[in-house]
């Protein structure tokens, strides 16, 4: 994950602030390939996810922040040209005037997003979980339970038990 920008230089002027665009429901990447066409300097962190798809788990790459981009701006700049922007709904303000995002925030997205992947668990994968409750117990990983949720079988008071649990609660060893 890089800032872009139409003339494929990537470094924004010291003097320049980063804002926060909303996007239309679902346009975060038009809205941001036309606000690149018209040479601003954009920032849509991306992280790659698992997903069924058609039967199929794929890794899927999809806005980290649905719905919303960066946007390195001088503060002097017209706005209005990113309201008429398709895909941009409006620019995220604060008593009627943009707030700024600090750039060291922006850099940190930037860092980590693509490496935010959500975990690929085959089937017999030892995996760690990490729920209040079944914290530090070690499980076998038997299936995806829909998108978000696994099925796990946990040694628990000396009976195999199978538990559905958040993807997010759990972690591979």
Same mark, same amino acid.
């Given at each position: ?111 980590? @997003? $693509? %490496? ?7 089937? *017999?994968?030892?995996?760690?979980? &990490?729920?209040?409750? /079944? @914290? $530090? %117990? ?7 339970? *829909?998108?978000?949720?696994?099925? &796990?079988?946990?040694? /628990? ?17």
């Amino acid at each position: 994950m890089s800032i872009r920008n139409a003339t494929g230089g990537s470094n924004p002027s010291e003097q320049d602030a980063w804002y926060l665009v909303q996007c239309k429901s679902r346009q975060d990447q038009r809205a941001e390939e036309n606000l690149l066409r018209q040479g601003y300097v954009c920032s849509r962190p991306i992280c790659l996810r698992d997903q069924i798809v058609r039967g199929r788990r794929q890794l899927v790459r999809e806005s980290l922040f649905p719905g919303y981009l960066f946007i390195n701006l001088p503060a002097s700049v017209d706005w209005s040209p990113l309201r008429s922007t398709r895909g941009v709904s409006r620019l995220v303000s604060f008593g009627g005037m943009p707030l700024a995002v600090g750039a060291g925030v922006v850099a940190q997205f930037q860092q980590c @997003a $693509e %490496l935010v992947v959500s975990p690929s668990f085959k089937n *017999g994968d030892i995996v760690k979980v &990490l729920e209040e409750g /079944f @914290a $530090e %117990l070690n499980a076998v990983f038997l299936t995806l339970d *829909g998108e978000e949720r696994a099925i &796990l079988l946990i040694d /628990f008071l000396s009976r195999r038990q199978q538990v559905s649990l958040p993807l997010t609660k759990i972690s591979a060893l």
